[in-house]
């Protein structure tokens, strides 16, 4: 089917809130039926929201062809490019890139575009003619939007009125087999300029200083403003403003986008990122699905991370109110916290009883109708006695909503009309829905909450207020300091009911000191994921128009969690002053374990009630050891001088103020540089330094082990590594990926599940891979044992070891020995690969335009050396390979020359905290994911492992085996984060098929490196390899040597003072192209990836011919925490390479540093339709990394070429390829023709004709197909 | 009756697993012609389409619409031994409903 | 007419009438895109010796597990894991 829409970009006053704050030079696609309608709306309504003006969705159905007929009426060349969808990138990529026609379309013109669409999703589209980071570019304003394609035989009608609709954001889907589903797009978008009513920069009541706005469908709600309705005594007089910034019964409906829809309503939301510059970490209360809509063995969350351009569809398990059959309302927000605050928030709104538009919420404002979907039960009418939610919750508009009924001692009676509400099995904490039955098991615990200063390091960094849940019987052992503090982990068996006291002991105010202004924090509660609870009275929120379910200091509250299957780790805080103080610890974790699990502590053997670690025990699987990790930034430390570290411009800025931490904890490098070298490469040592006061997991080698991962506090995204031991991505998909590296935002948990592999006794490092992060001391040690140790209880399960009978190792002060250098031992025959590598000082030029860095640090062949260092090769980042099955030795020498830019102080790049720390001159090599012994080829000088890194002059081999078809690994120096790894000391290694040979992709001579080659293998196709190490934090210097200061956005001045971890320049393979080196003007900007006009850009050009089977094996290996998109034009992939059921996409989004990926790209070179042209690929984050030059062309080209030769057993000529863009609808059809199938009458005659018409047509299928389109 | 054929050599049972498999062979052959709806766990997942035949334990259908566009109007030889669900339009006031063309009520 | 139910199928002729759970065999199953594991519930409506048909046929869904299928749904009797009487209107963890 063929579907046409005529859009229209046009210029528009956006408004974002019923106070006024709005975008006025705001932009949006519209469909041209709509336009005038729209402009009509904006101008008489300039202080209001406008319904049509919101993100453009348009809709298709599974195997649709649409048209597009586009029209631009913004004062500068813009156009659509579409991710996901097939398209002839000649005619239809939207873009002007490398070779192609100019594909945007300028002021007043209208060009067709043509997309087909295959599989159910999201289809992300957005301007790129004018992908300027700045104000100046589109996207911050609004033009993006998506066509969300329905499983075929769909149509979808408006809510409300049940008509069929053409565009918008929301929908009821309809299908002849599935069942019904409310759609609701949700388009995150960040950076927009929102001004005040009064065109002003908005200004927070709270600090009297500018604030962002972050918005959901170009709409934002702020606590700013409602902030201003309190303080001016119209609303709630005796409130602060976070506690209730969610709260409808004070301030009404938001205006972002509230979801509605009737208990048990299937439930689609398009999670779409349409912004720029941030990766956002979407929470949908009450609600989890898959991770892989497509999987059913996929992991199940309730948080998804989400970088720009990135998409998601999000199908709660069991439709709306979940298992548990809940209503009320369940907000969904972004969970980084400043982003919350500053209006990235809506909600999903669940009803009880039928709304036909007859009804009012409680503060006069009609509910507007909302259609049962048709193959659902028709919801019960409301009743005077039965008024359905919210009207019979007893609040009064304009105040706080009330507190629950039952659940809080000493608190109010319920009235009859909630009586008449309550679940047949009503208990406090459960009171409207209880999934428990009275058979449930039951697990009880009394929580508090409270605050005392914790010390993070031996150097005394801490937090006078830090806040923390503790389990009453410890409070007085961790007040005392009898037990260190540490966040709470508590744990219980699937299928059991948890039963909690909650008692809030915080003092009424935190802050006052150069982070926090001072602010009452009167009320918390217990906020928790995962779990099945009734939303209105165990939320521990304050949202819509459910009840507060916090208490004040001094309360008691009682909620009920239902564990209905065994879970990762479930993350639970406060949810009334998160904004203020989970930042000082206020972040614990729930466990859910297997069935019949018991809770040992690791060291005494006893039974316990929390902990950060345990063994796990169990009748029916392996023990287990488990640790939980929570990483935290913004944690507010002072030194032990009393003086803030890293404060804020302002207290209560959302700057990025503070250090970070894990568990409370934090072992900064700077301190661990030892007189007189203070060399940066023993800064992991433990015999220099002895062990980091970061948790240290300790197990027997060949334990099992479940590390829970955790986010707790409050802005950054981090990554996390592991040194040597590897995970699957989704513990119960066998298929998923094995990782060592998790990029991990607030509020999400992962489970990282492995045997501790390995011999002797070792240490390895994990790290939160930033050189923020690390710099900070986000880093530390699990330690494993060979034999039984005295301090270390076994796993019960696991057979007796030898006791040890050497002591264990102590610090010492000095350095570690070298690690002995003996002959490694091989199986017999086993295939040795051996690389030579020089680790060496170079200029490094990023680009034709003369932009370097002078002071480059790259691993080379040692072959490839002098041509390096006598000007005539530029380095690219080192690119080896091996087999599966094959050892790898890297002979690394240290040609080193001791030279960088400082002698001790860094500068730009900065991290927070900056110090003295010295370059080192030693230098090491670490590779992910291989197998090898931590002892001797970590790479690494960690613990009381020996050195492992070399001086100058010295040599050290590693040995590594490639046990898995893993694909791209990161390769990294070790001895010195801060100083060598911006500087290019980072490489990539691929495992390659068994029996692959590693070709030249213009002569097919073998070749030992390159990020451009063929791979040849025996059984398998020939494929095309394209490696992209894409990586930030670089220091470069112009072609006149002037430091370059990145990030500065082209044709505006000083827009904003980057964070930390913005700081630095970007690159591909130590290769950018800048838009400042093309461009002038900014009528330019549409040209600027246009070869035609500026010749081809310095990042690696890729070449195919159509159809080539392709892989881009592609890596982060460095160096700031800010996450980046990865985007093909014209191509997809699947999210996970081994796994055939994960979703197809053409971006990646959370890229950090340790990222490594591989993108199997469908159908091969040039997408299903083998189109030749020159397709991009690029970063997407528009902000500021495509401006700064991550973007590079991979060249589909028409005609044989001598500069690419052609992969063997590639049977498409070119011409049969060129011709193969034929309808595919044509194709089947002229197929059927030829087959021509006669109608059978029996059996044996049908027999009779398969033979027969086998014998006259003996060529094989494929080849018909080929005649076919040839005809 | 159950087929002799169905009771296994060297001992006097039925084979059970044989039956049940003719039972749902024989249910496809007398159907021949009509609409029938089946998943199987293979690729492409969902057939709907005409029974045109079965030979031995193949199904032969004739597909009107499948999960995968491209393959509407092939002739799938379906093994019925793969078949975990299906339905037969043998009654016509319980069609299954013709997704090709957009909205159907 | 019917054959008669062999002794061997009885265990299923005992749920004539009656409402059911019912797992087949494979990992996932997909209509139009949307996969699901194989977990029904209906009122069994026919017993033969090689299938059984249930009516109305409730499929599972993950995120929609009360979906009742247009038509009935038959099943044969290989490809079925597990079965139990089973009330259609309670709700159970699926993932």
């Known amino acids: 089917m063929i579907r046409k829409y005529h859009i229209v970009a046009i210029p528009i006053r956006i408004v974002v809130n019923r106070f006024g704050d709005h975008d006025p030079n705001g932009m949006m696609y519209v469909l041209k039926e709509n336009e005038d309608i729209v402009k009509k709306k904006v101008e008489l309504n300039p202080f209001s929201t406008v319904d049509l003006v919101e993100p453009l969705v348009i809709r298709a159905n599974v195997g649709d062809t649409i048209e597009i007929l586009f029209e631009n009426q913004l004062p500068f060349n813009t156009g659509i490019h579409i991710q996901n969808a097939e398209y002839d990138v000649m005619t239809s990529d939207g873009a002007f890139v490398g070779l192609n026609r100019n594909t945007t379309v300028q002021p007043g013109k209208s060009i067709i575009y043509k997309w087909s669409v295959d599989f159910e999703g999201i289809n992300f589209f957005s301007d790129l003619g004018n992908p300027l980071s700045s104000e100046l570019g589109s996207n911050v304003h609004g033009l993006f939007g998506a066509l969300f394609v329905e499983p075929r035989g769909s149509w979808w009608t408006d809510p409300v009125t049940g008509k069929p609709i053409n565009s918008g954001v929301f929908a009821d889907v309809h299908n002849p087999l599935l069942p019904s589903y409310r759609e609701f797009g949700w388009f995150f978008h960040d950076e927009m300029e929102v001004d005040d009513l009064t065109g002003q920069k908005p200004i927070s009541p709270h600090t009297l200083q500018p604030e962002a706005t972050h918005l959901i469908n170009y709409r934002s709600e702020p606590m700013r403003n409602r902030l201003r309705l309190i303080q001016e005594g119209v609303v709630c007089p005796d409130c602060e403003g976070e506690e209730v910034h969610h709260d409808s019964w004070v301030f009404g409906d938001p205006d972002t986008p509230i979801l509605r829809a009737y208990v048990g309503d299937p439930i689609k939301i398009r999670l779409v990122h349409g912004g720029t510059k941030e990766t956002h970490s979407f929470h949908y209360h009450l609600h989890q699905w898959l991770f892989e809509m497509n999987d059913s063995d996929s992991e199940i969350v309730d948080v998804q991370a989400i970088s720009p351009q990135n998409q998601y569809t999000v199908s709660p398990a069991y439709g709306a109110g979940s298992l548990q059959g809940a209503f009320g309302d369940a907000i969904i927000h972004c969970h980084l916290y400043p982003h919350f605050g500053e209006g990235m928030w809506g909600m999903q709104r669940t009803f009880n009883t039928l709304q036909d538009g007859s009804m009012c919420y409680p503060n006069g404002v009609q509910i507007k109708a909302l259609q049962p979907l048709p193959d659902r039960p028709l919801p019960p009418k409301p009743t005077l006695e039965k008024p359905g939610f919210p009207n019979f919750i007893p609040g009064i508009p304009g105040f706080k909503a009330p507190r629950p009924p039952l659940g809080i001692i000493g608190g109010r009676k319920p009235t009859e009309i909630e009586k008449n509400q309550f679940a047949p099995n009503a208990v406090p904490g459960a009171v409207f829905v209880n999934p428990t039955t009275d058979e449930t098991p039951i697990r009880e615990f009394h929580v508090v909450l409270i605050q005392m200063p914790i010390v993070y390091n031996n150097e005394g960094w801490y937090d006078p207020e830090g806040r923390l849940y503790v389990l009453a019987e410890d409070e007085e052992a961790v007040r005392s300091g009898k037990k260190k503090p540490e966040p709470l982990v508590i744990r219980a068996n699937a299928g059991e009911a948890i039963r909690f006291k909650f008692t809030n002991k915080l003092p009424e105010t935190i802050g006052g000191n150069a982070f926090q202004l001072v602010t009452r924090t009167y009320e918390a509660g217990m906020h928790v994921h995962f779990v099945k609870f009734d939303v209105l009275v165990s939320d521990g929120a304050n949202v819509g128009w459910n009840y507060d379910s916090s208490v004040l200091s001094g309360e008691t509250i009682e909620y009920q969690w239902f564990a209905d299957v065994e879970l990762k780790s479930t993350f639970w805080h406060d949810h009334l002053f998160a904004n203020e103080h989970q930042l000082h610890g206020v972040f614990s974790s729930i466990n859910i374990e297997p069935r019949g699990s018991y809770y040992l502590n690791p060291y005494t053997g006893e039974e316990m009630n929390s902990g950060t670690q345990a063994m796990i025990i169990n009748p029916l699987i392996p023990d287990f050891r488990e640790i939980n990790l929570f990483v935290h930034d913004f944690a507010l430390l002072f030194d032990k001088d009393d003086k803030p570290l890293n404060p804020p411009p302002f207290p209560s800025s959302p700057d990025d103020p503070g250090v970070m931490a894990v568990n409370y904890r934090n072992e900064p490098i700077q301190f661990r540089l030892k007189e007189p070298h203070c060399d940066p490469a023993y800064v992991f040592s433990s015999w220099v330094h002895g062990d980091p006061v970061t948790p240290l997991l300790e197990t027997y080698n060949g334990d099992p082990v479940r590390v829970r991962l955790i986010q707790g506090a409050q802005e950054e995204s981090h990554s996390f590594n592991l040194h040597r031991q590897r995970w699957h991505r989704e513990r119960g998909d066998l298929d998923s990926e094995l990782d060592q590296q998790q990029h991990i935002v607030i509020a999400e948990t992962f489970t990282l599940e492995f045997n501790m592999e390995g011999e002797g006794d070792f240490d390895m490092l994990y790290h939160f891979g930033s050189v923020d992060d690390i710099w900070l001391g986000n880093w530390g040690i699990f330690r494993s044992f060979g034999k039984r140790v005295p301090h270390l209880k076994p796993l019960p399960d696991r057979e007796q070891l030898p006791l040890r009978e050497k002591p264990l190792p102590k610090k010492t002060g000095k350095v570690p020995p070298l690690v002995s250098q003996s002959e490694f031992e091989y199986p017999k025959n086993a295939k040795v690969r051996k690389y030579d590598v020089v680790a060496l000082n170079t200029k490094i030029e990023y680009n034709d335009y003369g932009d370097h860095d002078p002071f480059g640090i790259v691993f080379a062949l040692e072959k490839d050396v002098d041509a390096i260092l006598s000007g005539k090769l530029n380095p690219e980042p080192l690119i080896i390979r091996a087999n599966v099955g094959e050892f790898v030795e890297i002979k690394l020498m240290n040609c080193l020359k001791d030279i960088d830019h400082h002698n001790g102080r860094h500068g730009y790049p900065e991290v927070p905290v900056e110090a003295f720390f010295p370059p080192s001159n030693r230098i090491s090599m670490h590779a992910q994911l291989l197998v090898y012994d931590v002892r001797h080829s970590d790479g690494a000088t960690v613990g009381f492992n020996c050195d492992q890194t070399i001086g100058p002059g010295e040599c050290i081999t590693y040995s590594w085996y490639i046990d898995q078809p893993i694909g791209s690994v990161n390769l990294w120096d070790m001895a010195d984060i801060r100083n060598h790894r911006h500087h290019g000391a980072f490489g990539m290694l691929i495992t390659e098929p068994r029996g692959s040979q590693y070709l030249n992709h213009k002569t097919r001579k073998e070749v030992e490196t390159g990020s451009q080659v063929i791979i040849s293998t025996p059984l398998l196709p020939e494929f095309r390899e394209f490696s992209l190490l894409m990586h930030d934090g670089v220091r470069l210097v112009d072609k006149n040597g002037k430091l370059i200061i990145d990030p500065q956005p082209l044709f505006v001045i000083d827009e904003e003072f980057p964070d930390f971890e913005d700081q630095g320049s970007r690159g591909f393979n130590y290769r950018n192209e800048r838009f400042s080196n093309r461009i002038k003007k900014f009528n330019e900007v549409y040209k600027v990836f246009s070869s035609r006009v500026f010749g081809d850009p310095s990042t690696p050009l890729f070449l195919a011919y159509p159809g080539d089977p392709v892989v881009i094996r592609f890596t982060f290996p460095a160096d700031k925490p800010r996450a980046h998109s990865f985007a093909v034009h014209g191509h997809i992939f699947h999210r996970s390479k081994d796994d055939i059921n994960s979703s197809l996409i053409s971006v990646e989004g959370q890229n950090t540093v340790g990222s490594n990926d591989n993108f199997h790209l469908l159908y091969g070179a040039g997408g299903l339709f083998s189109k030749p042209g020159d397709y991009m690929y690029r970063s997407g984050n528009i902000r500021w990394d495509i401006e700064l030059g991550l973007w590079g062309i991979m060249r589909v080209l028409r005609n044989r070429k001598n500069l690419l030769a052609p992969l063997k057993m590639n049977k498409w000529k070119q011409n049969n390829t060129l011709n193969y863009q034929l309808d595919r609808k044509n194709l089947n059809s002229k197929k059927f023709q030829k087959k021509g199938r006669v109608k059978i009458t029996s059996r044996r005659s049908y027999k009779r004709k398969i033979i027969k018409q086998n014998r006259a047509t003996s060529t094989p299928k494929h080849q018909n197909r080929d005649e076919g389109v040839q005809s | ?105 | 007419m019917r054959e008669p139910i062999i002794p061997e199928n009885e265990v299923f002729l005992e749920m004539l009438g009656k409402t059911i759970l019912l797992v087949t065999e494979s990992k996932q199953l997909n209509i139009l895109g949307q996969t699901f594991r194989p977990i029904f519930s209906g009122k069994v409506v026919e017993v033969t010796n090689g299938y059984i048909t249930l009516d109305p046929a409730i499929i599972k869904m993950h995120n929609a597990p009360f979906y009742k299928f247009p038509t009935p749904l038959s099943f044969p009797m290989e490809a079925i894991s597990v079965f139990t009487e089973f009330d259609p209107d309670r709700r159970i963890p699926l993932i």
């Not at chain 2, 566009?69 to 016509?92: A, C, M, P, Q, S």
């Open chain 2, 1 to 105: 009756m159950i087929d002799d054929s169905l009771i296994s050599l060297g001992n006097d049972q039925p084979d059970i697993n044989a039956i049940r498999q003719s039972v749902v062979t024989q249910e496809f052959e007398d159907n021949i012609g009509k609409r029938a709806f089946i998943l199987i766990f293979p690729y492409p997942f969902m057939i709907i389409g005409e029974i045109i035949d079965v030979m031995s334990d193949y199904l032969i259908i004739k597909a009107e619409v499948t999960n995968v566009t491209e393959l509407d109007g092939e002739e799938f030889r379906v093994h019925i031994d793969d078949i975990e669900v299906f339905y037969i339009e043998k009654n016509l006031s319980r069609p299954i409903p013709d997704i090709r063309n957009g909205h159907h009520d």
